[in-house]
């Protein structure tokens, strides 16, 4: 029964439309997708074939695809201005000028992914190429830091070129997480599910790197060499009023073979709290190898 639905749904409903009107939880979406989709569901990014079935293993087509990417970053070309409206038949040779998706197209190219003039939109998408336009789409909404850090995955062959760093992003961003065998399955085609759960993790990386940031206290950072192999590193808050003030450091990030970054939490009293009324600093100890240029920065929040 769900391979007739693949195949009679219509174009416009498969990942994308407006939200079906019941707001209870698809029945064939397991516990890893249930999350993701229904949240892209409340945005009204995604829909179900019905009320209650996804169908999460269905294959996406690129022009679904397209399309909810433009939804779901919210692309427009509203600040362009064009001696005439710009069409799909003006950059893609198979995309109609009144297909549903051709203004999804037009928008995607003129906001910079990088979709193949010769692209038939009616294929399903590949894991590498939807991969590769989902990382150029959170381009769109500013520079994100990225870990100088090589993935190896054991599939590394199977992988376009020009895809690669695509790839390393999506699982440096924490997009992808790879399983045992690191494999990435580029050609596999891409999944419903499989969409939801990338895009999902894709918007909410968004949104966490581009939330207005508090301003951030002072730490200074002193490494103190005990040895020829390891230094004390000690994090200060500098001097506080009371003694309710606390940091702690909560971790070690090795970035290359000559930084460690260290991470660390604050903790301020208790409003009404009752603390001791004498000066004090704040500190918190931790070691690394001496060879390691170190440095601080606040844990990312839970």
């Known amino acids: 029964m769900i391979k007739k639905w693949i195949t ?6 498969l990942l994308t439309g407006a939200l079906a009107g019941s707001a209870l939880a698809f029945n064939d979406v397991d516990a890893d997708q249930k999350e993701p989709v229904m949240d892209l569901k409340a945005r009204g990014i995604v ?6 079935h996804f169908v999460p293993k269905g294959k996406a087509s690129y022009a679904q695809s397209v399309h909810m990417l433009v939804k779901a970053f919210g692309l427009n ?5 064009f ?16 297909a549903w998706y051709a203004e999804s197209f037009v928008i995607a190219h003129l906001n910079g992914l990088p979709i193949p003039s010769d692209i038939d939109p009616s294929e399903s998408i590949t ?4 991969a590769d336009l989902l990382i150029h789409a959170i381009d769109t909404k500013g520079a994100f830091p990225v870990i100088k850090m090589w993935i190896q995955f054991t599939d590394q062959d199977d992988i376009d070129p020009a895809y690669n760093n695509s790839l390393q992003r999506m699982v440096l961003h924490g997009i992808v997480k790879l399983g045992e065998d690191r494999k990435f399955f580029p050609k596999q085609e891409l999944t419903r599910g499989e969409a939801a759960v990338w895009l ?6 968004v949104e966490t790197h581009t939330k207005p940031q508090a301003p951030q206290e ?18 200060s808050r500098g001097q506080k009023p009371t003694a309710g003030y606390g940091i702690q450091v909560t971790g070690i990030r090795f970035e290359g073979d000559d930084r460690a970054v260290v991470t660390y939490t604050l903790t301020d009293p208790e409003p009404d709290s009752l603390n001791a009324a004498v000066i004090t600093e704040p500190k918190a100890e931790t070691y ?3 060879k390691y240029k170190v440095v601080a920065e606040p844990a990312a929040a839970k």
């Open 200 to 205: 999902h993790k894709a918007i909410r990386f």
């Open 83 to 98: 001696v005439k409206k710009p069409e799909a038949t003006d950059y893609f040779k198979k995309v109609p000028n009144n």
């Open 218 to 235: 002072e730490v200074s950072v002193s490494v103190v060499k005990v040895n020829d192999d390891v230094s004390k590193v000690v994090l």
């Open 77 to 81: 070309i509203d600040p362009l201005k």
């Open 127 to 130: 894991r590498e190429q939807f």
């Open 8 to 13: 009679v749904l219509s174009a416009t409903t």
């Open 288 to 290: 690394v190898h001496s």
């Open 47 to 52: 829909s179900g074939v019905d009320d209650k």
